[in-house]
């Protein structure tokens, strides 16, 4: 016993000694990871970069190109050709990076970094955007609040789309000012940390005005005064406010392709079945727009259809047979079934039925199809990176396309022809048919007729791959006229998405007021107030888009 008590007496000495020195917070520190007040910034801002890339992405490429009818699916495909979506749409990614973003902007404050501040500040612009623009009014003056505890932080109020708005274009201008020096007047810029400039300022500051024009017109509806003066300041100020105007500034970010959650979407690199690339088909509406006007983008985003379909009535009856590399058949064979036989591209019709695999006459439909008769992408979207493969931001072309709107409003924002014609040559530079500028620009159709109807459309075409601008448009505008599928959800497109269901159970008194703010139309039906048929404040009274 005495042997032990010993020994018990000098573990409880060595214990004592041992957290006298060493208090229990330091203890608990992650050798292997890094502490929120004392991560360096550019640890911080690849992964709100990389990730609000890849959202802006998945938007644009996945269901958003369905609704914008640059796509349609053949398989799997409620959800992206005919909007049978679910209230689980959540925005809990957004704010993810809205929490990183937030100690991006807290640690440069801290450490005096204006360059990073200021790309803080526009990524905080872009992600807020897109909430507001997706769904509606959100959480925004008392988001992000949660660990200092209390209800009223957990579950926070929403502001107004309006009030989110103003926020965005406050936080633009003041990144304007933050992003204004030459690179060496900044300290601690990384360029290996800037996915998007390669730590230019001056970059950064262009991107952060464009976004204000993006902004400014999307309001425009609602508060036309507000964004003709902030347009009209912007264009008179090109020193103060400079903006991208070539497509060398587009903000873009490029997929590295080491894993699958790093490459472009739906590649058939590490989808090694290739069925996600297989199921999306171009969309008949974009495919016949672009035919109409002889575009040579069209080849760049499409296949040509592997088979042609040719129905002969001199053929005898019962014929159906691959000749000389098409499909030929005799009427009698095709009955009613609606099909394209265009040589070059098809296109499958939006929403057209309950199983769009047996379009074109599919020869085998079901959920791995593969048909023929239907133009795939082009192949380098089953790639997992390429110099075309990227998540495109801001863009010149968009910009270009917003100041040829605002000149036909007889805004003061430079010649709206010049500006129309500026935005079709920077998308083809972009997709490397810039060579085909000065016919194309020429084709009925494409030479100017100062209509906003006509901007848009090559604002739309121009948004491959990021139909998401193309839907906020066409809420804005009606532009352009776009109708549903027969197996739509509903006889119009939608114009937001659910608040969805977590929300609505655990913030539920917040989400139902913003909810109920909502303006019910015709095509919100049992859904009611919280439907994507319901308008936000954006288009409610607008009379758009229907």
């Not at 020994?7 to 004592?16: C, E, G, M, P």
């Not at 274009?169 to 204004?180: F, G």
């Not at 505008?477 to 969805?500: I, N, Q, S």
Request: charged share 20%; glycine share 6%; hydrophobic share 40%.
């Amino acid at each position: 016993m005495k042997i032990l008590s010993r020994k018990s007496i000098v573990f409880v000495a060595l214990l004592t000694t041992f957290f006298s020195c060493k208090d229990l917070t330091e203890l608990n520190v992650n050798p292997n990871g890094v502490a929120p007040e004392t991560v360096n910034p550019n640890l911080v801002m690849p992964s709100v970069l990389t990730e609000t890339g890849k959202i802006y992405v998945n938007l644009g490429y996945m269901d958003i190109a369905g609704v914008m009818q640059h796509t349609q699916k053949d398989a799997w495909s409620s959800g992206h050709n005919d909007y049978d979506w679910t209230d689980g749409q959540s925005w809990s990614g957004y704010y993810d990076i809205l929490r990183n973003n937030q100690l991006l902007y807290d640690r440069a404050v801290e450490q005096k970094l204006e360059f990073h501040q200021g790309v803080s500040l526009v990524m905080k612009s872009m992600v807020y955007g897109l909430i507001a623009d997706l769904w509606g009014d959100a959480p925004y003056t008392n988001a992000l609040k949660g660990e200092l505890g209390g209800t009223d932080n957990i579950t926070p109020a929403y502001d107004s789309q309006e009030v989110i708005y103003s926020g965005i274009i406050a936080d633009l201008e003041k990144a304007n000012t933050l992003l204004s020096k030459t690179k060496a007047e900044y300290s601690s810029i990384v360029d290996e940390a800037d996915v998007y400039y390669k730590g230019d300022p001056t970059k950064w500051r262009k991107l952060a005005n464009s976004l204000l024009l993006r902004y400014y017109m999307r309001i425009s509806s609602k508060k036309a005064d507000v964004a003709k003066a902030g347009i009209e300041k912007i264009v008179a100020g090109a020193a103060q406010y400079p903006i991208i105007t070539v497509e060398t500034e587009d903000a873009t970010m490029s997929f590295p392709g080491t894993s699958d959650g790093t490459s472009w979407p739906a590649n058939s690199v590490y989808d090694v079945s290739g069925s996600n690339y297989r199921r999306i088909k171009m969309c008949a509406t974009f495919v016949k727009a672009l035919q109409a006007l002889k575009d040579p983008r069209l080849a760049i985003w499409a296949n040509k259809v592997e088979i042609p379909l040719v129905v002969d009535a001199t053929l005898p009856a019962g014929t159906d047979k691959i000749m000389n590399g098409k499909r030929y058949l005799s009427p009698d064979k095709v009955g009613n079934t609606q099909i394209d036989t265009d040589p070059d591209y098809v296109g499958m019709p939006p929403s057209f039925s309950a199983l769009p695999s047996a379009y074109n006459l599919n020869p085998t439909p079901g959920q791995t199809s593969y048909n023929p008769h239907v133009s795939f992408l082009n192949d380098i979207y089953k790639a997992a990176k390429g110099n075309l493969l990227k998540s495109r931001l801001v863009s010149a072309a968009e910009v270009h396309f917003i100041l040829a709107e605002a000149g036909l409003k007889g805004w003061a924002a430079g010649d709206a022809k010049t500006h129309y014609e500026a935005g079709i040559k920077a998308s083809l530079n972009t997709w490397t048919v810039g060579g085909n500028y000065a016919t194309y620009i020429t084709n009925p159709g494409v030479a100017f007729d100062k209509t906003i109807k006509q901007v848009i459309q090559q604002k739309w075409i121009a948004s491959w791959t990021a139909a998401t601008e193309a839907w906020f448009d066409f809420r804005r505008t009606g532009f352009p006229e776009l109708k549903a599928g027969p197996a739509a959800k509903r006889t119009v497109l939608p114009v937001r998405f659910y608040y969805m269901k977590d929300e609505m159970n655990i913030n539920a008194k917040n989400a139902t007021a913003a909810a109920d703010k909502l303006e019910t139309t015709t095509y919100s039906q049992a859904q009611g107030k919280n439907s994507p048929w319901s308008k936000p404040w954006l288009i409610q009274g607008t009379g758009k888009p229907w």
